[in-house]
């Protein structure tokens, strides 16, 4: 079985610019988590999907949003671009929601910002 | 922000030596889990311990979870080159947070 699918695998975009960043979990997975990891740090938690709906989000600007589709796959979109905002978006996939229990993650969109 | 502390920043050891990484973290917790990240890239579970246990084994890896201290440590045995990795622990808070919180990590070098 495939793991977590994620695309691009490299990004480069400039300041003010709109991002969007793609996810496939792993086949009967339905919880999907988006993870922010800036260079040296370890990987902060953006948001949670479950079933379609949010499920936590974390301390990040109205300008991240993300939404998950019938299939399970999901988005995370940026807009208004930063320098700040390069980093390694991460994604994650697990079986269910609230639990907490292992999380399989993709190798992540390595965004530059300009 | 971060939760747990990894100690130490930065580890160099020798082929068939022990390894031994250190978490502390601020907040109870429900688990406390490790992962290994290889170059920076996606991240790979290795173990998880519940907040009312105190020790777990798989293969080579041993954790142990102090909740008294709120502390951890990973032990990774007879190490290999290929254990070269950061490592990270995540933690699990209570009250129905579905979020991980990560440390800043331990870079662990395996010299051949």
């Known amino acids: 079985d495939a793991g977590v699918t994620q695309s691009p695998t490299h990004l480069i975009k400039t300041r003010g610019q709109h991002v969007t960043l793609r996810c496939s979990p792993i086949s009967g997975h339905k919880s999907v988590s988006w993870y922010q990891q800036v260079l040296g740090q370890g990987p902060q938690f953006i948001f949670q999907y479950y079933e379609k709906e949010e499920r936590g989000r974390g301390n990040f600007p109205d300008r991240f949003s993300a939404r998950q589709f019938p299939n399970y796959s999901s988005e995370l979109n940026v807009n208004a671009l930063l320098l700040g905002d390069s980093a390694l978006y991460l994604c994650?996939?697990?079986?269910?929601?609230?639990?907490?229990?292992?999380?399989?993650f993709g190798s992540g969109t390595q965004l530059s910002v300009l | 922000s971060q939760q747990g502390e990894e100690d130490p920043q930065a580890l160099s050891i020798q082929e068939g030596e022990n390894a031994t990484m250190n978490c502390s973290y601020k907040?109870?917790?429900?688990?406390l889990q490790w992962y290994r990240q290889n170059s920076g890239r996606g991240l790979v579970h290795l173990i998880l311990?519940?907040?009312?246990?105190r020790e777990k084994h798989s293969g080579r890896l041993r954790v142990t979870l102090d909740t008294s201290k709120k502390s951890s440590s990973l032990l990774i045995t007879a190490s290999r080159a290929a254990d070269t990795a950061s490592y990270f622990c995540?933690?699990?808070?209570?009250?129905?947070?579905?979020?991980?919180?990560f440390g800043k990590g331990t870079k662990l070098t395996v010299n051949p």
């Open positions: 907040t109870s917790i429900n688990n």
């Open positions: 311990i519940r907040s009312n246990e």
């Open positions: 994650a996939s697990s079986l269910w929601w609230g639990t907490n229990e292992k999380l399989f």
């Open positions: 995540a933690t699990s808070t209570q009250g129905g947070s579905e979020k991980l919180v």
